[in-house]
Nanobody, 127 residues
């Protein structure tokens, strides 16, 4: 059974940086596409970034493009989200998700495509 645990959230001032990390246990992530989502109060969960399991193919939504970078380390079973130049509107609970797939170059953008989810980590950005 796959288990995902996020870490690295916290409170920062606008313009600051945070690095979120997600560790998967139970199965190696080498055959899993991974994604980071976020959910602000009163809003739907939305994709932030996604990465195929071959690590060469990544996707970043406009909300984080140029500021956020997703990366993965298959040897360590982790996927990270580096967040720079944070804004108050980035405040949300951030979730890691994984999807088993045989397609090494495919990332997934819809939340209902993912098989497993972490519990989330809170990110609060103050102005």
């Amino acid at each position: 059974q796959v288990r995902l645990v996020e870490s690295g959230g916290g409170s920062v001032q606008a313009g600051g940086s945070l690095r979120l990390s997600c560790a998967q246990s139970g199965r190696t992530i080498s055959r899993y596409a991974m994604g980071w989502f976020r959910q602000a109060p009163g809003r739907e969960r939305q994709l932030v970034a996604a990465v195929a399991w071959n690590a060469d193919n990544t996707y970043h939504t406009d909300s984080g493009k140029g500021r956020f970078t997703i990366s993965r380390n298959n040897a360590e079973n982790t996927v990270d989200l580096q967040m720079n130049s944070l804004k108050p509107e980035d405040t949300a609970v951030y979730y890691c998700a994984s999807k088993y797939t045989l397609e090494g170059s495919i990332y997934y953008v819809n939340s209902d495509e993912y098989d497993s989810w972490g519990q989330g980590t809170q990110v609060t950005v103050s102005s």
